[in-house]
């Protein structure tokens, strides 16, 4: 009787030792993939700021043609004034 109580606790604590090693291989690949997702989440966030750096370049560039062709529709109108 003990040997058998002997033996199921034996067997209640290897389980127990796998199922700690099953959850430290768990976790490293968690810890890895998250790792990863950080990574990937920095790259991002880069892009993003050079894409916001880029649109603004762009807004300024367009703001500033437009700018032109107001100065240009207003000699324009100067003009047409003038020959009238």
């Known amino acids: 009787m003990a040997l058998e109580k002997m033996e199921a606790l034996e067997a209640r604590v290897r389980g127990l030792v796998d199922l700690a ?7 490293a690949a968690l810890e ?3 790792r990863k997702a950080r990574e990937r989440l920095v790259k991002q966030e880069e892009q993003h700021h050079r894409w916001e750096e880029e649109r603004a370049a762009i807004r300024s560039r367009i703001e500033k043609v437009l700018g032109d062709l ?4 207003c000699l324009g109108d100067s003009k047409e004034v003038a020959l009238d």
């Open 21 to 27: 090693h099953e959850l430290k291989r768990e976790k």
């Open 32 to 34: 890895a993939e998250l």
């Open 70 to 73: 107001d100065v240009l529709g």
